[in-house]
C-alpha cells in the first residue's frame, strides 16, 4: 500500500509543476576554456537549491575569479530548474547517483579526473559518486556541513515550504518503511541513534556507503575512497540544521544506553577515530587520515553560512590545482581541529 502522504506529495508535486513556467537553465557547466591544465571543478548543490540556482552560480563565479580557466560542472538531476530542487527532496539515490555518474563520465573535459564540492547532503552523495564509480577519479573531494553520519532528526522548516513540512511529516510518521527509504531524499540518510537495528534493516543508501552491513561490505568503495588526495571535511560551528553537527566531520550519537531517560539526557558524541566504520576501516577512512589527508577545517557561522573567511580558502588552496602541482595545504587560518 502506498503511503498517504505519497498520494499528497504527487498531487502538489504535479499541480506546483502544472503552475511553474518552465525555467531554461542558465548554465549548468562552462565551456569557455576546453584547453587547460587547470584540474576541473564538479559541485553539487544541498536540499531545497537546485543546480543553477543564484547561489550556486555566484559560487562559481567566486571559484572563476580564483581560477580563471578553471572547468565547473554542476550537477543536475533534472535540467528544468524547478524540477532540480525537488529532485533534492522527492527521489531514490539509488536511482540518482547512477545517473550522475552517467552525467559526469559523459563529460570530455572531467575525464582526467577532477576535484569535488559538495554542499550539505551533496557532499555525502558525492562521497557515494566517489566509492561506488570513482571514474572519471575524484582528487580533493571537500563537503561543507554534509551528513556523513547521517542526521539523528529532521531540520526545521522555512515557512511555506510545502515539500519540506511533508517530507517532514514522513520522516516522523514513517521514516524507515520501505516507501520513504526509496521516495524521500533526507530519509535515505536518516540513522536514528535511538533506533539502530531498524535503520540498519531498512536504510539502503547510507547502510551502504558506510558498509555498515557485514554482509555485503564493499572493499571497492573503501579503496576508491582512499585514492583521495584529500578529503576535506567542513563543519559549520553554529549549524542546527544538521543534527548532530558533528556528522559533517563522521560524529554521531552513540545510542542511548540501557536505563537513560531518552529525550532528557544530552545523548553521547561518538567522534570519527571512535567509529566501528573508522577503527575496522569499512570505507577506507582510517587509511586515507593515517596518511595524513583527512582535512577537518570549521567554519563560524550557521548551516552553509559560506562566508568569505569560510572558504576562502578552501578555493585557493584546494582548487585550481594542476595534474603536476596537486594542491593540498590548509593554512593555519582557517580553524582546524582534530578529532
Ligand atoms: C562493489 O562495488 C563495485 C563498484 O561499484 C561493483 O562493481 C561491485 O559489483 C560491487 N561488489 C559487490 C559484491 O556488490
Not at 515550504?161 to 518503511?177: E, K
Not at 545510542?255 to 558524541?269: K, S, Y
Request: hydrophobic letters at 40%; proline letters at 5%; one cysteine or more.
Amino acid at each position: 500500500m502506498a503511503h498517504p502522504i505519497l498520494l499528497i506529495i504527487v498531487s502538489l508535486l504535479s499541480l506546483v509543476c502544472a503552475l511553474s513556467p518552465y525555467s531554461r537553465p542558465n548554465s549548468f557547466h562552462d565551456s569557455s576554456s576546453r584547453d587547460n591544465d587547470t584540474i576541473p571543478l564538479v559541485i553539487w548543490h544541498g536540499l531545497g537549491d537546485s543546480y543553477s540556482s543564484s547561489g550556486m552560480l555566484e559560487i562559481m563565479d567566486i571559484v572563476r575569479k580564483a581560477h580563471p580557466s578553471i572547468f565547473i560542472h554542476s550537477v543536475y538531476i533534472e535540467e528544468d530548474i524547478e524540477a532540480d530542487q525537488k529532485a533534492g527532496w522527492i527521489g531514490n539515490l539509488q536511482l540518482q547517483i547512477p545517473l550522475v555518474a552517467e552525467q559526469l563520465a559523459a563529460i570530455p573535459e572531467l575525464q582526467g579526473g577532477f576535484d569535488a564540492i559538495g554542499f550539505s547532503q551533496g557532499g555525502q552523495f558525492l562521497r557515494a559518486f566517489t566509492e561506488i564509480y570513482n571514474s572519471p577519479p575524484v582528487h580533493n573531494l571537500i563537503t561543507f556541513g554534509s551528513q556523513h553520519m547521517g542526521i539523528a532528526a529532521s531540520a526545521a522548516c522555512k515557512p511555506f515550504d510545502v515539500v519540506c513540512y511533508l517530507v517532514q511529516s514522513v520522516i516522523s510518521t514513517g521514516v524507515y518503511t520501505e516507501w520513504a527509504q526509496t521516495n524521500v531524499i533526507p530519509a535515505q540518510y536518516f540513522r536514528d541513534s535511538k533506533q539502530l537495528p531498524t535503520y540498519l534493516a531498512s536504510n539502503h543508501f547510507l547502510t551502504a556507503i558506510n558498509n555498515e552491513i557485514p554482509t555485503s561490505r564493499n572493499a571497492t568503495y573503501a579503496k576508491n575512497l582512499a585514492s583521495l588526495s584529500n578529503l576535506v571535511l567542513v563543519l559549520f560551528t553554529q549549524d542546527t540544521t544538521v543534527v548532530p553537527k558533528e556528522s559533517a566531520w563522521f560524529g554521531s550519537y552513540a545510542p542511548p544506553a540501557e536505563g537513560e531517560l531518552t529525550g532528557t539526557d544530552e545523548p553521547t558524541l561518538i567522534t570519527m577515530r571512535k567509529q566501528p566504520l573508522y577503527v575496522e576501516d569499512w570505507i577506507g577512512l582510517k587509511t586515507l587520515d593515517e596518511a595524513g589527508k583527512v582535512k577537518f577545517a570549521s567554519c563560524e557561522g550557521g548551516h552553509m553560512q559560506l562566508t568569505q573567511a569560510c572558504w576562502g580558502l578552501i578555493v585557493n588552496n584546494y582548487l585550481g590545482g594542476t595534474k603536476k602541482v596537486l594542491k593540498n595545504d590548509l593554512t593555519e587560518f582557517m580553524l582546524v581541529q582534530q578529532l
